[in-house]
Structures are given as structure tokens and as C-alpha cells.
């Protein structure tokens, strides 16, 4: 095909004759509106780019027509049986791509095949790897708490009589504590904290209803027509924000318990004094807030990277914010739940 300006491109790879072009099958990735009758109506020349008329997304018709996506190797979605270790190196490749969520966008495009069946599998890796990320911070600060700890014991800051536990026997003690960190688990009162479950419970519930809150959304499932596989692998891929939000409030009480340590004694005593009453009156409140930021920012990057929808923070600002409160007013109905979500919340000092 030859061309006469910037917006023609040369050659695509098309069937020949009327019979080859009806017989192809080129569908928007985004809506799966079929877009073969503009594509027959190609003479000689072929444009660059298009627009889908059902739901308004700009196609590269290169990329439609004749699509030449390869699987990325780190994608768990599109790999191949490899073996237990295979799967596993994909597996973090494909996690280190989440958590940069433009880099794992690029890689897995809105015209990339989704595989359903594999969602699940994407979904509890990427679960995984957000709670071992989460187990780490734990240490790390109970590891900080305790050695804060036993430098003032050893000041003489507290008096000659004071004692600290040893490092293993702290965290041996507290072992749920920084190995299940959103987990509800208390040592005070049995294996279960009945109080931080159904704080728990609230939390996963706003953490995960933002996905089925599109359905709320007429302008972005009707007018874009977004179908919900992608919605779905969104959320799949996703899924490592959900122990990041759950551990968001442990782990301010374990940092307000090392500033708490180290205003005890040493020279910058009244220092670490005012950073903890800070953590301890604004923490419940930017805990909050950056639990929201979290989710909204995944989403954010999600609407815009990967579906394409038009004003991405407004929209997935809009998703978590009504994911939020249809999870909150269902709370006030179950006796205790929303109280135990406040209370939780605001208990992160010692």
C-alpha cells in the first residue's frame, strides 16, 4: 500500500481480497465492540490510528489488526508450565513489575489476552508477596524497638533495677506480632482478638470492594464500556495493596512504640519526645489517610495505564471513596463493628 501522509502507514498485514478482511476478526480491547466493518472499508490506504465508536478508545490499528504482543517473561498471567522454581522467578519478577505498577502497564497492555484462569494464582502471589514485604517492616521495627530499648536500660536512664528482654525473647514472645502482622492476634487475650477481627474485617472489606464499586460508576462501565475481565486483572494484580493497607496500623504502633523507647533517655530525649506525641495524635489520622492513598493511587495508575479511561484520579478517587462508605454504613449495622474499627485505629500507642 503506498502512502500520501503522517497518518498512513505503508503495509499492515491483512488478509487479501473481501472475503480475507470479512473474514477477520478485530475487536477494541477495551470493550470488544467489533471494529472489522472499518477495516473493510480500507481501499489503499490504511490510517495510523482510529477510534473505536462504542467506547471512544484511541487504537493503534497496527495493534488490532495485526497484533504482535509477546508475553512479557516475568508475566505469572501468560506463563507457560515451567516447573515449581520457573514459576516461582517469574513470580518475583512479576511482583517487583507490581509494585511499580507503570512498569507492570507497559509490559501487560489493554490489548494483552487475559487469562481468567490464572487470575486467582496472580492474585495469591501478589497477596503473598505484600504480606512478606509487610513481615519485614515488622522486624525490622520490633528489632529496632528492642534495641532502642536495652541502650536506654543500659544509660542507667530507668534506674539500676530495670531489665529489658533480649531480642529472641522478644520477638519469640510476641512472635504473631511481627509474623502475621495483619493478622488480629493478641497474647493478652487468646489467638484471637475478636475486637481486631472485625476491625480487620472492615478494612479488607473497603480494600477490596473497589473493584465491584465500577458497577456504580454509568459513565465508566456504560459509556466506556470497560469490561470486567480488566477490572479483574486489575484487582488480581493488585492484590499486594491488601496486606499493605491491613498493616498500616501495627506497624504505626510499632514505630510509636521505638519513638516512644528512644524519648526515655539519651541526649535528643525531648526530640524523640514531640515526634512521638506527633505519631501519637496525628497517626490514627494518617494511617487513615494513607490507607486510602494507597488504594487510590493503585487504581489511579490502573485506570490510566492500563484501561485507559478519561480523568483516572478523579474516577478511581470516586471508586475507593464509595467502595469506602457502602462498607462503612454496611458496618453500623453489625453490632460493634465500626466501633471496633475506631478503636483499633487509634490504639498505636503503648
Same mark, same amino acid.
Given at each position: 500500500m503506498e502512502t500520501h501522509s503522517a497518518d498512513m502507514i505503508r503495509s499492515i498485514d491483512v488478509p487479501s481480497g473481501d472475503a480475507g478482511a470479512a473474514s477477520m476478526e478485530v475487536v477494541c480491547p477495551r470493550c470488544g465492540y467489533d471494529l472489522s466493518g &472499518? &477495516?473493510?472499508?480500507?481501499?489503499?490506504?490504511?490510517?495510523?490510528?482510529?477510534?473505536?465508536?462504542?467506547?471512544?478508545?484511541?487504537?493503534?490499528?497496527?495493534? &488490532?489488526?495485526?497484533?504482535?504482543?509477546?508475553?512479557?517473561?516475568?508475566?505469572?498471567?501468560?506463563?507457560?508450565?515451567?516447573?515449581?522454581?520457573?514459576? !516461582?522467578?517469574?513470580?518475583?519478577?512479576?511482583?517487583?513489575?507490581?509494585?511499580?505498577?507503570w512498569a507492570l502497564w507497559r509490559g501487560i497492555p489493554l490489548g494483552a489476552p487475559v487469562v481468567v484462569a490464572r487470575l486467582p %494464582?496472580?492474585?495469591?502471589? %501478589?497477596?503473598?508477596?505484600?504480606?512478606?514485604? %509487610?513481615?519485614?517492616?515488622?522486624?525490622? #521495627?520490633?528489632?529496632?524497638?528492642?534495641?532502642?530499648?536495652?541502650?536506654?536500660?543500659?544509660?542507667?536512664? !530507668?534506674?539500676?533495677?530495670?531489665?529489658?528482654?533480649?531480642?529472641?525473647?522478644? #520477638?519469640?514472645?510476641e512472635w504473631a506480632t511481627w509474623a502475621f502482622p495483619v493478622w488480629p492476634a493478641s497474647r493478652r487475650s487468646g489467638p484471637l482478638d475478636e475486637e481486631k477481627a472485625r476491625a480487620l474485617v472492615v478494612v479488607v472489606g473497603m480494600t477490596l470492594a473497589v473493584a465491584p464499586s465500577f458497577v456504580l460508576m454509568p459513565v465508566t462501565m456504560i459509556r466506556q464500556r470497560v469490561r470486567w475481565v480488566h477490572v479483574a486483572r486489575a484487582a488480581a494484580w493488585g492484590m499486594w495493596v491488601l496486606p499493605v493497607v491491613c498493616a498500616v496500623t501495627p506497624l504505626l504502633r510499632l514505630l510509636a512504640e521505638c519513638l516512644f523507647y528512644a524519648s526515655l533517655g539519651g541526649a535528643a530525649r525531648r526530640t524523640w519526645q514531640e515526634v512521638y506525641l506527633g505519631v501519637r495524635y496525628w497517626g490514627p489520622i494518617g494511617g487513615v489517610l494513607l490507607m486510602f492513598t494507597v488504594t487510590w493511587a493503585w487504581w489511579a495508575i490502573a485506570v490510566r495505564a492500563y484501561m485507559k479511561i478519561r480523568h483516572p484520579r478523579f474516577t478511581a478517587f470516586l471508586l475507593t471513596l464509595v467502595a469506602w462508605l457502602i462498607v462503612m454504613i454496611s458496618s453500623l449495622g453489625i453490632p460493634g463493628m465500626f466501633r471496633d474499627l475506631v478503636r483499633v485505629t487509634y490504639r498505636i500507642t503503648i
Open positions: &472499518v &477495516v473493510q472499508s480500507w481501499e489503499s490506504e490504511c490510517p495510523v490510528r482510529g477510534q473505536c465508536s462504542e467506547c471512544g478508545l484511541d487504537v493503534e490499528w497496527a495493534e &488490532v489488526v495485526s497484533p504482535k504482543w509477546v508475553a512479557p517473561a516475568w508475566s505469572i498471567e501468560h506463563a507457560r508450565y515451567v516447573g515449581a522454581w520457573g514459576l !516461582l522467578g517469574r513470580g518475583v519478577r512479576g511482583v517487583a513489575r507490581a509494585m511499580w505498577p %494464582m496472580v492474585a495469591a502471589m %501478589m497477596f503473598v508477596a505484600g504480606w512478606m514485604a %509487610m513481615t519485614i517492616v515488622a522486624l525490622v #521495627l520490633m528489632t529496632a524497638s528492642v534495641l532502642i530499648f536495652q541502650h536506654v536500660v543500659a544509660s542507667g536512664a !530507668l534506674g539500676p533495677g530495670t531489665q529489658a528482654l533480649g531480642l529472641v525473647e522478644r #520477638l519469640t514472645a
